[in-house]
């Protein structure tokens, strides 16, 4: 049977999470090496936990938001899955295009269906019947 070798100390958060860093993935890294990988995996895994968190209604900043609250379905006629701006303004006759703005995340000129639902939990919006 082969014997794992091992190098630098016990790490983990207890007893039960403690493990060794096998010398054989270490041997290529210095110190060094290892702690800007470290800083490098935390800057991303921070940057995927922010993009994936909605924004607050701070963030948006609508005036009146209850008024827009609609069934994604129903503000997209052709059901391209994307509601433009003239089929906003169609459905909601007196929409500012701030607030389309302000929906349209991504900012490619169309509010999807996940931006729509971001904006509508954000102000704790439910489905209308």
């Known amino acids: 049977m082969h014997k794992e070798h091992y190098q630098g100390e016990v790490h983990g958060c207890g007893r039960e999470r403690q493990y060794r860093i096998p ?3 270490v041997a290529p890294f210095n110190a060094k090496k290892l702690s800007v990988l470290s800083v490098l995996i935390i800057v991303v895994c921070a940057a995927v936990a922010s993009a994936a968190s909605p924004p607050t209604k701070e963030a948006y900043n609508i005036p009146n938001a209850e008024s827009y609250n ?3 379905g ?3 006629p052709n059901k391209d899955g994307k509601v433009t701006w003239q089929e906003f303004k169609a459905y909601f006759p007196k929409a500012d ?3 389309f ?3 349209d995340l991504n900012k490619d000129g169309a509010i999807d269906h996940d931006e729509w639902h971001d904006f509508k939990a954000a102000y704790d919006l439910k489905h209308k019947d």
């Open 23 to 25: 010398s054989r993935l």
């Open 101 to 103: 703005a302000a929906v």
């Open 97 to 99: 295009e701030k607030v």
């Open 70 to 72: 609609a069934h994604f």
């Open 74 to 76: 129903n503000m997209d």
